[in-house]
């Protein structure tokens, strides 16, 4: 049975980890307001279609201000997030 811990108890594994750290991508946020939402199933919905695109990194949806934020590796693709908000039976109006 192997370990990662070395003689000194300090992980074996932290140079992997600082080299995993620096290939992080990097990513840009972009708000966007949906209309229709009103519960939980709406952000499940949402997050479910916008997640699967390409790219998307994380959703988040705020359903009082019925706004989404999209985080992206790069720039997003506003007409393929268009298209998934619509999937999910919401419209997107915009950028907010």
């Known amino acids: ?5 070395t003689p000194d108890n300090s992980c074996g594994t932290n140079a992997d980890a600082s080299a995993t750290a620096t290939a992080v991508v990097d990513t840009t946020a972009t ?4 209309s229709g939402m009103t519960c939980g199933h ?3 919905a949402i997050t479910a279609s916008v997640g699967a695109l ?5 959703v988040d949806v705020d ?7 999209v985080t992206t ?8 997030i268009t298209a998934a908000v619509d ?3 919401y419209e997107l109006t915009g950028r907010a």
């Open 1 to 5: 049975m192997s370990s990662c811990c």
């Open 31 to 34: 708000v966007y307001r949906v």
């Open 42 to 44: 709406c952000r499940t």
């Open 54 to 58: 390409d790219g998307v990194v994380s």
């Open 63 to 69: 359903i009082a201000g019925g706004l989404v934020t």
């Open 73 to 80: 590796a790069g720039e997003p693709d506003d007409t393929a």
């Open 87 to 89: 999937d999910a039976g």
